[in-house]
């Protein structure tokens, strides 16, 4: 989400399009921990297009919050006496209940979707939610304890309370985050390309999570005719937030024509129809790639004879398997556009024998996100097998191939992740951290600190070991530029936190400004030494 105060014309578009779903048809009578579904009552898009729907939850493992094996949410939200989480939206408890709904059904279709469960980046099995923190017109991920936080605001020109726990849209992009968190724990750094795929990533998920739902299925079809060029529901993302804290009838939209160029380049703030390196804002060009992507897919399944709603659902799960396999294949940090759009095509090829290159590429070209053709695997030297479980192996394939990884032998490397998939294959992540010192009156009050960038390799080998895919990044000169003239841009704009050594503990409320918003990164001391970290919140 991102954080604006200003109210002005608020437009009634969305209003005039809401549509009255009544579905009570599924009231069954089954109790907690029965292990039978649940039916739970949540709005499956944004409350300002959408009445809420009922919808069946799996009953394993569900305790009061509700909760369940990998959700704690903040309360202690029982069924009613007929066993469901049937709540209107009027009632206390729907809050707890909707989101839980959202962040399970966000959860379970990427496990799905990647064929395995994905853990959190913060060590537990559960992430928290808290739905409804306080005021502020916000919400956001914290890394640092593993929450997800939603809060409440009022519209100062028609005194509506919004809580923006409320919003499909909005929980299953906070949830989002902390899922690629979870994949990519060295995705959140600093750099300007990787930080907009996060926030790219959590929205398209959000779209592609939204046309799994009957409901909003039926409404896109009604709106568009299953013409994706015409503005609606699911193209449109945060329409409530919009209209009552921006004055704009939603917040970002998937319908654009953007180009790739450089963000590190372009202007950083938050600009109206104008693309700028702010990360949500930047965000929306590799979100408009896949929405354009969603639209030749849904299309090229009509014209197979399949139904509409058959094909946006079918599409919807194909794009996301694409998605997050194609993030499965980039380097572990520093990930750009390319790498993912490079990623995403290879998993098309291991996954669906490349029935969709043609697709993939011709939007990717259009988008200047994608050129070459070219697969780096025919510049392998020498073998092509690694063990897997042999770290001596991994290795001396990386360093065998310096000139392709840009890695040689005297740079150490971390496994940060190696996991075997149900096919055999396996996925490694190995990264490497380098120092750069910030000298110079450019810094300010944090001259002489250091910044760490992260770079690495990742390799995915077949069953037999063999390396069918290898993307690396390695930290060069341009990288370090890169960094140290965002951080100069970021301490001149205020949004570095200068925290005193002699503060022991970190409260969640030095991490934003007096605007609320928050800061960029903070100090922190080793050895004596001022150390500058990205901030662990993620709105
Ligand atoms: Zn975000």
């Given at each position: 989400?991102?954080?604006?105060?200003?109210?002005?014309?608020?437009?009634?578009?969305?209003?005039?399009?809401?549509?009255?779903?009544?579905?009570?048809?599924?009231?069954?009578?089954?109790?907690?921990?029965?292990?039978?579904?649940?039916?739970?009552?949540?709005?499956?898009?944004?409350?300002?297009?959408?009445?809420?729907?009922?919808?069946?939850?799996?009953?394993?493992?569900?305790?009061?919050?509700?909760?369940?094996?990998?959700?704690?949410?903040d309360g202690d939200v029982k069924p009613k006496g007929d066993g469901n989480f049937i709540y209107s939206p009027e009632e206390a408890e729907f809050i707890n209940v909707h989101l839980f709904v959202t962040a399970d059904k966000t959860i379970k279709t990427a496990e799905k979707s990647l064929g395995k469960k994905i853990p959190w980046s913060f060590g537990r099995e559960k992430i928290i939610i808290h739905p409804d923190k306080g005021v502020m017109a916000n919400a956001f991920y914290n890394k640092k304890d593993g929450t997800l936080n939603f809060f409440h605001f009022k519209n100062k020109k028609t005194g509506e309370i919004i809580h923006t726990g409320k919003s499909f849209e909005t929980g299953s992009h906070e949830t989002n985050h902390a899922l690629l968190d979870g994949m990519k724990p060295k995705f959140i750094g600093w750099n300007i390309e990787t930080e907009a795929l996060h926030e790219a990533f959590?929205?398209?998920?959000?779209?592609?999570?939204?046309?799994?739902?009957?409901?909003?299925?039926?409404?896109?079809?009604?709106?568009?005719?299953?013409?994706?060029?015409?503005e609606n529901l699911i193209s449109s993302i945060g329409e409530q937030f919009g209209q009552n804290a921006m004055g704009k009838p939603f917040i970002r939209s998937a319908i654009n024509s953007y180009t790739y160029s450089n963000p590190y380049l372009l202007p950083q703030m938050q600009q109206e129809d104008e693309l700028t390196g702010e990360a949500h804002v930047f965000g929306q060009l590799f979100l408009g790639a896949v929405y354009d992507i969603m639209d030749k897919v849904f299309h090229q399944y009509i014209s197979e004879g399949m139904g509409q709603k058959e094909a946006?659902?079918?599409?919807?799960?194909?794009?996301?398997?694409?998605?997050?396999?194609?993030?499965?294949?980039?380097?572990?940090?520093?990930?750009?556009?390319?790498?993912?759009?490079?990623?995403?095509?290879?998993?098309?090829?291991?996954?669906?024998?490349?029935?969709?290159?043609?697709?993939l590429k011709d939007v990717f070209e259009k988008r200047w996100i994608l050129f070459e053709d070219k697969d780096n695997l025919q510049e392998l030297r020498g073998s092509k097998f690694i063990n897997p479980s042999s770290r001596e192996s991994i290795c001396d394939f990386i360093y065998r191939?310096?000139?392709?990884?840009?890695?040689?032998?005297?740079?150490?490397?971390?496994?940060?992740?190696?996991?075997?998939?149900?096919?055999?294959?396996?996925?490694?992540?190995?990264?490497?951290?380098?120092?750069?010192?910030?000298?110079?009156?450019?810094?300010?009050?944090f001259d002489g600190a250091i910044v760490e960038i992260t770079g690495g390799v990742n390799i995915m080998s077949d069953s037999n070991g063999e390396v069918c895919s290898l993307s690396s990044r390695y930290i060069d000169r341009d990288n370090m530029e890169n960094t140290k003239n965002r951080l100069k841009n970021l301490i001149k704009e205020g949004r570095i936190k200068f925290i005193d050594p002699s503060v022991k503990k970190l409260e969640e409320k030095d991490l934003f400004d007096i605007n609320g918003r928050p800061y960029a990164g903070y100090?922190?001391?080793?050895?004596?030494?001022?150390?500058?970290?990205?901030?662990?919140?993620?709105?």
């Open positions: 989400m991102k954080i604006e105060t200003k109210i002005n014309n608020i437009s009634s578009h969305a209003k005039e399009r809401k549509v009255k779903i009544s579905d009570n048809s599924l009231q069954d009578r089954v109790s907690l921990g029965s292990g039978k579904d649940i039916t739970a009552s949540y709005y499956p898009q944004d409350p300002s297009v959408t009445e809420p729907i009922l919808t069946k939850i799996s009953g394993n493992n569900i305790t009061p919050g509700p909760d369940n094996e990998r959700i704690d949410t959590s929205d398209i998920r959000t779209m592609l999570a939204c046309f799994r739902e009957d409901k909003n299925c039926e409404l896109f079809l009604k709106e568009t005719g299953g013409n994706f060029r015409k946006l659902m079918k599409m919807s799960d194909l794009c996301d398997k694409l998605l997050l396999k194609g993030i499965e294949l980039c380097p572990p940090s520093e990930a750009t556009y390319k790498d993912l759009a490079k990623g995403m095509v290879k998993a098309d090829q291991l996954e669906e024998k490349g029935k969709y290159k043609h697709i191939n310096r000139e392709l990884t840009g890695i040689s032998e005297d740079i150490p490397l971390k496994i940060e992740k190696a996991e075997k998939n149900k096919d055999g294959s396996n996925l490694i992540d190995l990264t490497f951290t380098q120092e750069v010192t910030l000298s110079g009156n450019d810094y300010g009050i100090t922190v001391y080793e050895d004596g030494k001022m150390k500058l970290v990205p901030s662990t919140v993620i709105q």
